[in-house]
């Protein structure tokens, strides 16, 4: 490409980027007419929990599903020959935390009615303190 070429392309995208950012401001703005800034982040707040708590039930149940399986594997292996090195404390620590994992989300969701009386969420709402004189 020669000097001339770089400069042109230099001002086609000077004008073209602002222009299309205006364009695209003016397509966009019935979508975005009437949400605030809190609006916005309690959305993606409560996104972001719902993910993590997805994200966090998954991995209770798959691995406490893996690990009662291995417990069950390695309590059969140890039947079949006690020598084998499937040791029995640690396939009662895999029962036992297979069981913990499995119970974990059923026990938190228990706690959080129990204590609070609903769900806790995200509102994005501001508390203030007040104190009495």
């Not at 000097?3 to 086609?12: A, F, G, N, P, V």
């Not at 417990?71 to 009662?92: D, E, T």
């Amino acid at each position: 490409m020669t000097q001339t070429s770089h400069t042109h392309l230099k001002r086609s995208l000077m004008v073209a980027a602002p222009s299309l950012a205006a364009l695209s401001s003016l397509a966009f703005a019935s979508a975005a007419h009437a949400q605030a800034i809190d609006d916005i982040t309690r959305d993606a707040t409560q996104k972001g929990m719902n993910a993590f708590g997805m994200a966090l039930n998954a991995f209770c149940f798959i691995g406490g599903g893996i690990l009662l399986a291995m417990a069950v594997f390695g309590w059969w292996q140890h039947q079949r020959n006690p020598n084998a090195g499937s040791k029995p404390g640690m396939i009662m620590a895999g029962f036992i935390c297979g069981g913990i994992l499995l119970a974990f989300p059923f026990l938190a969701k228990t706690a959080s009615f129990t204590m609070f009386g609903t769900a806790p969420s995200v509102t994005g709402e501001q508390q203030q303190m007040k104190f009495d004189k």
